[in-house]
């Protein structure tokens, strides 16, 4: 019975969207490893993130407001849309306006704040995390167990445990660090929805640009 509620939940959606704004359990933090998503999308864009000059490493995909089982999204909220100042604001630490756009959008509604709310609570969630310094020197493409990844994360965040954080991969490279986090953005265990490590024992880290 356990085994197969758990199955279950691991394959929960997000629900039906249009929740409430402000009705949720936690956040997940999501830090996309630039040079992977680069070579899977941004570079065919022709995106500025993409552009040597910005040594981009994990930068924010996204703070997710959370259930314990599945995600609102698209919220009905009495905020304002969030402004074109705004979303500029966030593309030192998210690689584009355009993100900062969209994660508003679909996630950010939900958390119940305003716009610049929501991303002054997004920026503090991405600064109380420190990034490993070796994935910033990483000056050429490495395969390595995606536990690796989440072992560095470990030992450079104290307050860490293996059940706050995930690393997910996409086509066979590192894709993101998930990290779970209380509505006070404290670390936290995940979700079983959330909790989907990448197993893979060589999955390929691109090179830093």
């Known amino acids: 019975m ?14 039906a969207e249009g929740e ?4 949720f359990d936690y956040y997940v933090m999501s830090l996309s490893w630039s040079p992977t998503w680069c070579a899977l999308e941004g570079d065919a864009r022709g995106d500025d993130q993409c552009d040597a000059r910005h040594d981009y490493t994990f930068t924010l995909h996204g703070l997710w407001p959370q259930y314990e089982a599945g995600w609102p999204s698209y919220c009905r909220t009495a905020e304002r849309e969030a402004t074109r100042a705004e979303t ?10 355009g993100l900062a756009w969209y994660e508003w959008k679909k996630h950010g509604r939900c958390s119940g704040l305003s716009a610049s ?32 990844v989440e072992e560095a994360f470990l030992e450079a965040n ?5 059940n706050m954080i995930t690393i997910t991969c996409k086509e066979g490279m590192i894709q993101e660090a998930r990290i779970c986090l209380t509505r006070d953005l ?7 929805d959330v909790a989907r490590d990448c197993r893979m024992p060589d999955a390929l880290m691109p090179a830093v640009r």
């Open 117 to 148: 709310q929501y991303f002054e609570v997004s920026r503090e969630a991405y600064e109380s995390i420190t990034v490993p310094k070796v994935f910033g020197g990483l000056d050429r493409d490495v395969k390595l167990p995606a536990r690796v």
């Open 20 to 23: 409430r704004a402000g009705d």
């Open 2 to 15: 356990r085994l197969a509620l758990a199955l279950c939940l691991a394959a929960s959606p997000a629900l």
């Open 88 to 97: 500029a604001a966030m593309a030192d630490i998210m690689g584009s306006a």
């Open 186 to 192: 404290e670390p936290r265990p995940c979700g079983i």
């Open 158 to 162: 104290p307050g860490l445990a293996p």
